[in-house]
T-cell receptor, first 112, second 112 residues
Framework: DTEVTQTPKHLVMGMTNKKSLKCEQH?????MYWYKQKAKKPPELMFV???????INESVPSRFSPECPNSSLLNLHLHALQPEDSALYLC???????????FGQGTRLTVV | SQKIEQNSEALNIQEGKTATLTCNYT??????LQWYRQDPGRGPVFLLL?????KEKRKERLKVTFDTTLKQSLFHITASQPADSATYLC???????????FGAGTRLFVKA
C-alpha cells in the first residue's frame, strides 16, 4: 500500500466553524507533513511530525492545530479560519529525511 | 536568502520532442534534489531524487542532472507525449532535515 489518504476531499466552512482534516498512511513512514497550496503556487510547508513528535512548525497561525495520534494518522484541526486560508491542503509522508515524499490527493478547503 | 527558480512558468513543445526543464537555486547547498509531477487539483507525485554526489539519474523516459557548481538541475522528458502535460516541481532540502522546499513549478504542455 503506497497511498496517503486524505479526508474529506472538499470542505466548505464558515469563519466561526471548527473542523478537522484527516490523513492516513500505512507505509510505516516515520515522518508526516502538512502543506498548504494556493492556486498556481508551490506547496508551502506548514508542519512536520517525526516519530509522532512535532519537529517543524513554519510559523503557522494558531488557528491551525496539528495532531499526530499515532504513527499512521495525522490531523489538522481548524478553528476561526479566514477566507484567505482557502487553499488545497496536502498531507505527505516519507520514510526518513532525504527520501521521497508521498502525497495525498489533498483537501480543497473553502472558507466563507 | 535561499531561492529556487524554475526556468519558465510554461513550456510548450511538440509531441515526440524532448522537454527540458531547469531548476536553479541560490544560497543553498542541498544534499539532494527531487522532481515531482502535479496535475491540476491533485497532490504532487514523486518522480526522481538525485543526491549531491550524483551527476545524473534516469528512469524510463526521464533524466535528471545535478550540477552543484552551477547550482542547477535539468529535467528531461524524451519522446514527450500529450499525457506528460502537467506541472513539474523541483524540490530541495531546506535547513533542518525534513524541510523540503518547492520551486514554483513549470507547466508543460505537449501538443499532439
Amino acid at each position: 500500500d503506497t497511498e496517503v489518504t486524505q479526508t474529506p476531499k472538499h470542505l466548505v466552512m464558515g469563519m466561526t466553524n471548527k473542523k478537522s482534516l484527516k490523513c492516513e498512511q500505512h507505509m510505516g513512514h516515520r515522518a508526516m507533513y502538512w502543506y498548504k497550496q494556493k492556486a498556481k503556487k508551490p506547496p508551502e510547508l506548514m508542519f512536520v511530525y517525526s516519530y509522532e513528535k512535532l519537529s517543524i512548525n513554519e510559523s503557522v497561525p494558531s488557528r491551525f492545530s496539528p495532531e499526530c495520534p499515532n504513527s499512521s494518522l495525522l490531523n489538522l484541526h481548524l478553528h476561526a479560519l479566514q477566507p484567505e486560508d482557502s487553499a488545497l491542503y496536502l498531507c505527505a509522508s516519507s520514510q526518513a529525511e532525504n527520501t521521497e515524499a508521498f502525497f495525498g490527493q489533498g483537501t480543497r478547503l473553502t472558507v466563507v | 536568502s535561499q531561492k529556487i527558480e524554475q526556468n519558465s512558468e510554461a513550456l510548450n513543445i511538440q509531441e515526440g520532442k524532448t522537454a527540458t526543464l531547469t531548476c536553479n537555486y541560490t544560497n543553498y547547498s542541498p544534499a539532494y534534489l527531487q522532481w515531482y509531477r502535479q496535475d491540476p487539483g491533485r497532490g504532487p507525485v514523486f518522480l526522481l531524487l538525485i543526491r549531491e554526489n550524483e551527476k545524473e539519474k534516469r528512469k524510463e523516459r526521464l533524466k535528471v542532472t545535478f550540477d552543484t557548481t552551477l547550482k542547477q538541475s535539468l529535467f528531461h522528458i524524451t519522446a514527450s507525449q500529450p499525457a506528460d502535460s502537467a506541472t513539474y516541481l523541483c524540490a530541495l532540502d531546506g535547513t533542518g532535515g525534513f524541510k523540503t522546499i518547492f520551486g514554483a513549478g513549470t507547466r508543460l504542455f505537449v501538443k499532439a
